[in-house]
């Protein structure tokens, strides 16, 4: 009787070996699609869930805080782990031209800022917090947007130099750009409904991450290409 030993070379046979990196990077991909997704569906319920909130006025940090928060909580820190799941996934399988090292730096640190935002959450009616939580709630949301969304903007502008994300570059790079300028937008346009433009500008994040995700899934292994 015989037998083959998985991934055995053959005598002759020059293919790189894959590694283990290379083997995971489509479950990394999965993970990250699969926690956005998760992310959606959860904010999406705990706003059915809590009524007495008018979504279109009431930001999503409001729902962090009460009845069935815990599940909101929950999906932030997935999402913070999807966060930090993107910058390994990208940076083991994009071709070394495409890479940027501040690029996985700004998506760690903006899916531990996520973290921290579902841990301290803001005041919202009913639920006040103390000055130090407020604070606490208030930097590490904005942090989190601005490490993320920066570094969407820095790996869009760079896609194009890998051949596996050069069709996805312009697409992704549109959203990174439509995001961070809404972010902007709603910060400073003080009379736009806080609920509906924070959530517009979280809708535009999740697309951008949830792409990246799902094409991350079927990227070549680096190894593969050298």
């Avoid at 590694?19 to 959860?42: I, M, N, Q, Y």
């Avoid at 007495?52 to 805080?65: N, V």
């Avoid at 590490?140 to 890998?162: E, K, N, P």
């Avoid at 009379?191 to 990246?212: C, E, H, M």
Wanted: glycine share 8%.
């Amino acid at each position: 009787m015989s037998y083959r030993i998985p991934w055995q070379a053959r005598i002759g046979d020059t293919r790189p070996m894959p590694t283990s990196a290379s083997l995971r990077h489509p479950r990394v991909g999965t993970c990250v699609l699969a926690l956005v997704l998760l992310f959606c569906v959860a904010a999406a319920a705990v706003q059915a869930l809590r009524p007495e909130y008018d979504w279109w006025q009431a930001p999503l940090s409001f729902y962090l805080a009460g009845p069935n928060s815990a599940w909101l909580r929950a999906a932030y820190y997935g999402l913070g782990l999807g966060s930090v799941l993107l910058a390994f996934g990208l940076w083991t399988t994009l071709a070394p031209a495409a890479r940027l090292v501040l690029v996985p730096v700004l998506l760690v640190a903006g899916g531990i800022a996520l973290a921290v935002t579902a841990t301290w959450p803001g005041a919202s009616p009913g639920h006040p917090v103390t000055d130090a939580g407020a604070v606490i709630h208030g930097l590490s949301a904005i942090s989190a947007f601005l490490f993320v969304g920066v570094a969407m903007l820095l790996q869009s502008a760079t896609l194009h130099r890998d051949p596996h994300w050069r069709a996805l570059a312009s697409p992704l790079l549109a959203l990174a750009a439509l995001a961070f300028a809404g972010l902007w937008l709603h910060a400073l346009w003080k009379d736009l409904p806080r609920g509906g433009s924070q959530k517009a500008v979280i809708a535009l994040y999740l697309a951008w991450l949830g792409l990246a995700g799902w094409h991350l899934r079927r990227a070549p292994a680096l190894t593969s290409r050298t």
